[in-house]
């Protein structure tokens, strides 16, 4: 009999239990007679955006203030005061930035009007930062956080208490159970569905997965941690879909784009158009929740538990069939399956390339992968416009000075891992950009130039890749084996990115790319689906392959075919009562056919 355990990642740490896991109960030494406000919960978000991004590490949902360089819109929201008397106010925030110079990200709180004394996010690390005391009456009040420079400030949490010295939780884990718990969450029965298919990853893989199983008639749910779809195709981080659409044109460019520039406005008008596909199909859409456990039976991941980003209500979601199309493997490693992250051996695969060696393929397995980027353009104004000075910004920048960005604005570090650094990497990325507009506004040519679009969502090219049957690797796509199990194909040229700084360049936040022709290539379907858990079909960047592998295949459209194979393999793994490993063996030829490929 196969043992059953609930597995919850909670600050990117996994607890595993033998019994359901329900909200948290946080440690009795807490505080917790005080009014606790989560920023994801602000009536009014003003101009601060919501950023779900870094929820595991760093404990909760972000409010950012990402005004370009002008301070945004105040967020506000009601709170019911529960007594009279003289409150103190802290705010969980920090110095995004520190150093020799102001805090690029300040903010103040203000209550019924007052403004409360101490300037906040000028604190290093994430914690609570005392924002000052005020008098206030029982009942209603309304809390504003004002943003003071534009540049970034954030918060996710403010706590109102009479306590002097009050013991405030500050890990991830013990935050999530404290909120609960303040909240009254911890009290509640977590509601459970049941869907013949989960797909985890709303980006355009999961999104052409959803809809191709949905077309054949099966219950399907896709969780996404994004309150819109599209991923790095959104108009969050505007990355266009290139590649080929297979044999699946109309279905991919529902939810895909049509080849726009990179960060161009463009990106709304698909957006709208996915938002509808999305809208329109009988997919159960849990748009805005986080993937935050699981539970196995074995090698089977039997539910999983998704958390609405706004109000923290979990919910479970049982299944048959799973697809981890998150783009890091989330699900994946959660689950346990094997995976891989950084490069491979050169020799492991053959996949050296003697013209770029240690560049494409190095002699010794090591932690490099592609890097993330952040979006950003800049426009003409009919009047000067005026840009602060940025010091924080300038030993990243340093003289370089640049008016919008592009695929090659792009970081990655042996010391930062993708997901786990995620805003320590997004950050310095924000240093680059602002640096170089500055530098770019000093000269007269760029005086009426302003940032009209900046992302604050990475789009990430590479992390976690999960292994199944079958290791996609550079040797497939140039000798073209004849693979019997073929579900997607491409044309693209290989291409692998360097951080330029390897080649001397200054710069640690530009990359190039290597660039290999292989012509036309198949990826088989024993690559889409996991090897050691029966029921997790895989799709998208975290597909079973090589570094080199996911050089040609990784792009959106390429994905998205990935996503249908995956959506069509799920319908049959319920019609046939099958694993994907079973319908890769027995159903083939039908999977195949619902593709077009017979």
Same mark, same amino acid.
């Not at 996404?224 to 044109?249: H, L, M, Y």
């Given at each position: 009999?196969?043992?059953?355990?609930?597995?919850?990642?909670?600050?990117?740490t996994v607890a595993v239990t033998a019994i359901a896991p329900t909200y948290g109960f946080a440690n009795s030494g807490?505080?917790?007679?005080? =009014?606790?406000?989560?920023? &994801?919960?602000?009536?009014?978000?003003?101009?601060?955006?919501?950023?779900?991004?870094?929820?595991?590490?760093?404990?909760?949902?972000? @409010?950012?203030?990402?005004?370009?360089?002008?301070?945004?819109?105040?967020?506000?929201?009601?709170?019911?005061?529960?007594?009279?008397? /003289? +409150?103190?106010?802290?705010?969980?925030?920090?110095? +995004?930035?520190?150093?020799?110079?102001? &805090?690029?990200?300040?903010?103040?709180?203000?209550?019924?009007?007052?403004? @409360?004394?101490?300037?906040?996010?000028?604190?290093?690390?994430?914690?609570?930062?005392?924002?000052?005391?005020?008098?206030?009456?029982?009942?209603?009040?309304?809390?504003?956080?004002?943003?003071?420079?534009?540049?970034?400030?954030?918060?996710?949490?403010?706590?109102?208490?009479?306590?002097?010295?009050?013991?405030?939780?500050?890990?991830?884990?013990?935050?999530?159970?404290?909120?609960?718990?303040?909240?009254?969450r911890s009290k509640l029965a977590i509601e459970e569905k049941v869907f013949d298919f989960v797909v985890c990853g709303?980006?355009?893989?999961?999104?052409?997965?959803?809809?191709? &199983?949905?077309?054949?008639?099966?219950?399907?749910?896709?969780?996404?941690?994004?309150?819109?779809?599209?991923?790095?195709?959104?108009?969050?981080?505007?990355?266009?879909?290139?590649?080929?659409?297979?044999?699946?044109?109309?279905l991919i460019k529902s939810v895909g784009t049509e080849e726009w520039k990179l960060g161009s406005e463009e990106s709304?008008?698909?957006?709208?158009?996915?938002?509808?596909?999305?809208?329109?199909?009988?997919?159960?859409?849990?748009?805005?929740?986080?993937?935050?456990? /699981?539970?196995?039976?074995?090698?089977?991941?039997?539910?999983?538990?998704?958390?609405?980003?706004?109000?923290?209500?979990?919910?479970?979601?049982?299944?048959?069939?799973?697809?981890?199309?998150?783009?890091?493997?989330?699900?994946?490693?959660?689950?346990?399956?094997?995976?891989?992250?950084?490069?491979?051996?050169?020799?492991?695969?053959?996949?050296? +390339?003697?013209?770029?060696?240690?560049? +494409?393929?190095?002699?010794?397995?090591?932690?490099?992968? =592609?890097?993330?980027?952040?979006?950003?353009?800049?426009?003409?104004?009919?009047?000067?416009?005026?840009?602060?000075?940025?010091?924080?910004?300038?030993?990243?920048?340093?003289?370089?000075?640049?008016?919008?960005?592009?695929?090659?604005?792009?970081?990655?570090?042996?010391?930062?891992?993708?997901?786990?650094?995620?805003?320590?990497?997004?950050?310095? @990325?924000?240093?680059?950009?602002?640096?170089?507009?500055?530098?770019?506004?000093?000269?007269?040519?760029?005086?009426?130039?302003?940032?009209?679009?900046?992302?604050?969502?990475?789009?990430?090219?590479?992390?976690?890749?999960?292994?199944?049957?079958?290791?996609?690797?550079?040797?497939?796509?140039?000798?073209?084996?004849?693979?019997?199990?073929?579900?997607?194909?491409?044309?693209?040229?290989?291409?692998?990115?360097?951080?330029?700084?390897?080649?001397?360049?200054?710069?640690?936040?530009?990359?190039?790319?290597?660039?290999?022709?292989?012509? /036309?290539?198949?990826?088989?379907?024993?690559?889409?689906?996991?090897?050691?858990?029966?029921?997790?079909?895989?799709?998208?960047?975290?597909?079973?392959?090589?570094?080199?592998?996911?050089?040609?295949?990784?792009?959106?459209?390429?994905?998205?075919?990935?996503?249908?194979?995956?959506?069509?393999?799920?319908?049959?793994?319920?019609?046939?009562?099958?694993?994907?490993?079973?319908?890769?063996?027995?159903?083939?030829?039908?999977?195949?056919?619902?593709?077009?490929?017979?």
């Open positions: 009999m196969n043992r059953r355990e609930f597995i919850r990642i909670i600050g990117g807490f505080s917790s007679s005080g =009014m606790l406000i989560e920023a &994801a919960n602000f009536n009014n978000l003003g101009g601060w955006v919501l950023d779900t991004q870094f929820y595991q590490q760093m404990g909760g949902v972000q @409010l950012l203030a990402h005004g370009l360089g002008s301070p945004v819109e105040n967020a506000s929201t009601q709170i019911d005061v529960i007594d009279s008397g /003289l +409150w103190n106010v802290y705010v969980r925030t920090t110095d +995004w930035c520190p150093g020799d110079w102001e &805090a690029p990200g300040q903010f103040k709180v203000h209550i019924d009007n007052k403004t @409360l004394e101490n300037n906040l996010g000028t604190q290093k690390g994430w914690g609570w930062q005392l924002a000052g005391q005020v008098e206030l009456n029982k009942g209603q009040s309304k809390i504003e956080v004002e943003d003071l420079t534009g540049f970034e400030g954030r918060f996710d949490a403010i706590y109102l208490t009479k306590e002097s010295s009050p013991k405030l939780p500050n890990t991830p884990t013990d935050l999530f159970h404290w909120k609960d718990q303040l909240t009254g709303g980006g355009v893989t999961g999104c052409a997965a959803a809809i191709a &199983a949905d077309s054949q008639n099966i219950n399907v749910a896709v969780i996404q941690d994004r309150p819109i779809f599209g991923g790095n195709a959104s108009e969050e981080i505007r990355v266009t879909c290139i590649g080929i659409t297979g044999k699946n044109d109309k709304i008008v698909d957006q709208q158009k996915r938002e509808k596909t999305m809208a329109d199909s009988n997919v159960s859409l849990f748009a805005g929740h986080m993937l935050i456990g /699981l539970e196995k039976q074995g090698d089977k991941i039997v539910s999983v538990d998704a958390r609405n980003i706004t109000t923290g209500i979990i919910t479970r979601l049982r299944s048959k069939q799973f697809l981890d199309s998150t783009g890091n493997g989330a699900l994946g490693v959660l689950a346990g399956a094997k995976y891989r992250y950084g490069r491979e051996a050169s020799s492991e695969f053959n996949e050296s +390339w003697d013209k770029h060696g240690d560049l +494409w393929s190095p002699e010794k397995p090591d932690n490099k992968v =592609m890097g993330a980027t952040i979006m950003w353009k800049s426009n003409r104004s009919k009047q000067a416009e005026i840009f602060p000075k940025v010091p924080w910004a300038m030993d990243v920048a340093g003289k370089d000075a640049a008016t919008r960005g592009g695929w090659k604005w792009e970081y990655s570090s042996d010391e930062l891992d993708q997901v786990a650094d995620g805003e320590t990497i997004r950050d310095h @990325l924000f240093r680059a950009i602002y640096g170089n507009f500055y530098n770019a506004k000093k000269h007269p040519k760029h005086r009426k130039t302003k940032i009209n679009f900046l992302g604050y969502i990475l789009g990430r090219r590479e992390s976690v890749r999960l292994m199944g049957d079958h290791i996609f690797t550079l040797n497939d796509a140039v000798d073209k084996p004849d693979f019997p199990d073929i579900v997607a194909e491409e044309k693209r040229v290989f291409d692998i990115h360097y951080q330029e700084k390897e080649k001397g360049h200054h710069a640690d936040y530009r990359s190039e790319g290597l660039f290999k022709y292989v012509g /036309l290539y198949y990826i088989p379907f024993r690559s889409l689906f996991s090897k050691n858990i029966d029921n997790l079909l895989i799709a998208g960047r975290n597909f079973s392959c090589s570094h080199i592998g996911l050089a040609g295949p990784r792009v959106m459209n390429t994905c998205a075919q990935m996503g249908v194979a995956t959506g069509y393999a799920a319908a049959l793994c319920t019609k046939y009562n099958a694993n994907p490993r079973k319908v890769g063996q027995q159903h083939i030829t039908e999977l195949r056919k619902l593709i077009g490929y017979v």
